[in-house]
């Protein structure tokens, strides 16, 4: 009689920083109704893997389905896998921070479940193959990676139903293939159709496996699988098939499966990830090349060529990808090796410390692709809160209190020294591109970076969806992976697609041949004179003493043919509060006229809320930060009376044009293209008559304030 044997097993993920009403109603939508219906078919076998995050919120809000769970384990029904408590991308984090994860999910496990985890998840299956050595000192034997993987290494598909074993450094780990048909036929399409696959790949031997492994979310949480999957009853009918079809297909776990079965040869799989992840890391242009020529190809008889050697990118050019990405992961470094520095005499606060730091490796702001992950500002926001938590902590603990200090340092790893000033209340990181400020803490018991913005870019989804609006015969009715939505940018919104020329950081220079309107500015319908914005400035001052520092900039370029120098100038003091002064000099022979505009991005988050606005010389001017306007005095705000409850103030040596508006990005958010507020941007706009050899300055005081 041919068998098949079959793993099935659910991922279920909830990023740090998402809103607990997001936790509950995938609960509510996904895992719970899942849990139900799994234990009341008994001939199923079964595998979870759920973060510790997850975990964690779980055990406080719905302790019932910790029991539940238990109650499965210790009737040996399912299998528990371990990986990375706060789920990151593990080649992305320091090893010694890798073991940590693991050994902390590992615990919890235990604790609660009673049970040693044999196996890893690995964060979006990112895969480099120095992890073998960090997954089996933690004791870790086995894992999933997508087929596709494998396939890489010229490995014959025939040869695709078992497992795999591969070393490093002599450590030895077991790599079972994701399949991705069952991953595109589960739940998407009828279950017969699973159930045949399944039987067409059963042998007499009955030596074969096949797994699915794959997120618990698409079972109910994925646009339209709650109607599909629970009140259409397709779990319920896999279920009773697989129960029917019990002596032929064998559900089963992975260690189960190792016990009764050798792995099928040695392998080495290069570094990769699933075949979606891949391509969502290229550039947009190649990325829509790269897909355009896979659905060419698809439809030759070259299908299998496609999967074998036509792969995308690599996971760690995020960082490339996305300069913010970049920016957030060498902040966790820079945390990692801080927390380092502090002395086991105070054991208690580098644990503390530790805990802030952990989550803040959570992987999911720090790409994006089908879900929001880099575009949502609230997993940003809880990312930098808790790094910056860790921070304060440990120069605190390394430095002692009322520290005031600088790091000097190539911060962002992109070949160019950036300088760092600390004290208790706030840390600032400045830049030599454009002179400006790319990040702004302050360190309040709501910690926040204030300068957490993020630059409109186009991407592939853009591209398509604007073919997609072209074309009327998109398939809307057939169940399908959120792989497979064809997605347009609605009308409303389309006017926001532009896309930045500089980076959305503070004190960005601009020299323009007119003030524009705020609306203008915002959908970049104005003319740049010069390049200011785009170049890396000189350091000529840098210096700090226990009563201020001092950083100074300075560049010279062309400003419609004409040779302008601008050198900048701040001066920050011990409580965080700094000044910027602009000074500008005609270094040609001729008179020079222009609009020097600077352009300050800033971040309370919410900005459609009614408790955050812009005041203009301490009146209220707007209802809320997503107005766009302009305002004439000496000062511009912006107020939080919510969440940070706080107010952060520009005020200028003179009367001022403030431009002001919120910054949309329209991004992939797994159904549609959606609309999101990512920050306000104020713009100091001045205009500027220079007589040859002529100096003109500009200067403004930059506060935050608790309210």
């Given at each position: ?56 919120w ?10 539940a ?5 210790d009737?040996k029904?399912?299998e528990?896998?371990?990986g990375g408590?706060y ?5 992305s984090?320091p ?40 997954l ?26 078992g497992y ?9 780990l ?9 991953r ?23 030596d ?12 109910g ?14 779990l ?38 699933y075949?979606?992840?891949l391509?969502?890391?290229l ?23 496609i999967?074998?050697f036509?792969?995308?990118g ?9 300069t913010e ?7 966790m ?16 606060d ?5 805990n802030?730091?952990l ?10 692709g ?5 575009y ?33 340092l ?13 004290c ?16 702004w ?25 604007m ?11 057939e ?32 020299f323009?041949?007119k ?11 104005y ?10 400035y ?6 700090i003493?226990?009563d ?5 900039y300075?560049?010279v ?40 505009a ?28 997503c ?15 919510g ?8 005020e ?10 919120p ?18 941007t ?7 008559n220079?007589?040859?050899?002529e ?6 005081k ?6």
């Open positions: 009689m041919k068998t098949i044997n079959l793993i099935l097993g659910n991922h279920n993920h909830q990023p740090v920083g998402n809103f607990d009403f997001v936790f509950e109603s995938t609960y509510q939508k996904a895992y719970k109704p899942f849990l139900d219906i799994l234990a009341k078919y008994k001939d199923i076998k079964f595998n979870f893997h759920y973060t510790g995050c997850l975990l964690e779980i055990e406080k809000n719905h302790p019932e389905h910790i029991e769970l238990k109650k499965l384990s009737e029904r399912i528990f896998q371990s408590f789920e990151p991308i593990m080649p984090i090893d010694k921070d890798k073991d940590i994860q693991i050994d902390r999910l590992n615990k919890y496990i235990y604790s609660r479940f009673n049970c040693v985890p044999q196996g890893a998840w690995i964060a979006e299956r990112v895969w480099e193959p120095t992890l073998v050595k960090n089996a000192m933690n004791g870790l034997k086995y894992l999933m990676l997508d087929d596709s993987q494998f396939l890489t290494t010229g490995i014959d598909t025939k040869n695709m139903f795999f074993i591969t070393d490093n450094e002599n450590y030895k077991n790599i079972f293939p994701i399949s991705q048909e069952l595109y036929l589960i739940p998407f399409r009828d279950v017969e159709k699973s159930i045949e696959y399944l039987k067409s790949i059963a042998t007499e031997e009955g074969r496996v096949v797994v699915l492994h794959d997120d618990g979310e698409k079972y949480d994925w646009p339209g699988t709650q109607k599909w999957v629970y009140e259409d009853k397709w319920e009918k896999f279920f009773e098939a697989l129960t029917k079809e019990k002596d032929t297909i064998i559900t089963t776990t992975y260690s189960e499966y190792m016990e009764k079965y050798p792995p099928i040869s040695k392998i080495y799989i290069p570094t990769g990830s075949e979606e992840m391509t969502w890391v550039p947009a242009e190649i990325q829509d090349e790269f897909h355009r020529k896979q659905e060419e190809l698809k439809k030759s008889e070259e299908n299998e060529i999967t074998r036509m792969r995308g690599f996971w760690r050019n995020y960082f490339t990808k996305y990405s970049n920016r957030m992961n060498k902040r470094l820079f945390v990692s090796n801080m927390i380092g520095e502090i002395t086991e005499s105070n054991y208690k580098k644990e503390e410390a530790l802030y730091l989550k803040g490796q959570c992987n999911c702001p720090y790409w994006h089908t879900f929001g992950g880099l949502l500002n609230n997993l940003r926001h809880a990312t930098y809160a808790n790094l910056i938590k860790a921070t304060s902590i440990s120069l605190e603990k390394v430095y002692g209190r009322e520290y005031f200090l600088s790091h000097h190539d911060f962002d790893m992109d070949g160019r020294e950036e300088v760092i000033i600390s208790e209340r706030a840390a600032i990181i400045f830049h030599r591109l454009s002179g400006s400020i790319i990040e803490d302050l360190k309040k018991d709501t910690p926040i970076n204030l300068i957490d913005c993020l630059k409109r870019r186009e991407e592939a989804y853009h591209i398509a969806a073919r997609n609006a072209a074309n009327e015969d998109n398939n809307d009715s169940h399908v992976s959120i792989h497979e939505i064809a997605k347009k940018v609605h009308e409303k919104i389309a006017k926001y697609l532009v896309f930045d020329k500089n980076e959305k950081v503070f004190a960005v220079d601009h323009l041949n003030i524009p309107t705020a609306e203008e500015f915002q959908l970049m319908k003319e740049e004179d010069a390049d200011f914005y785009k170049s890396y000189n350091v000529v001052e840098n210096l003493n226990k201020y520092a001092a950083i100074s300075d560049k370029s062309k400003v419609n043919g004409k040779d302008i120098y601008l050198m900048k100038r701040y001066i920050i003091d011990k409580d965080g509060t700094f000044t910027l002064e602009s000074i500008i000099q005609n270094k040609s022979n001729e008179d020079a006229e222009f609009v020097y600077l352009e300050n991005n800033i971040t309370l988050l919410a900005g459609q809320e009614p408790d955050r606005y812009y005041i203009g010389d301490d009146k209220k001017i707007s209802s809320n930060l107005e766009v306007s302009e305002y004439k005095g000496k000062s511009i705000g912006m107020v939080d009376e969440y940070i409850k706080i107010k952060v103030l520009l200028a040596s003179e009367e001022t044009t403030f431009l002001y508006m910054n949309y990005t329209i991004s992939d958010a797994v159904d549609k293209l959606e609309m999101n507020y990512q920050n306000s104020i713009v100091c706009c001045k205009k500027i220079l007589k040859s050899g100096k003109a300055q500009y200067k403004i930059v506060t935050a304030k608790d309210i």
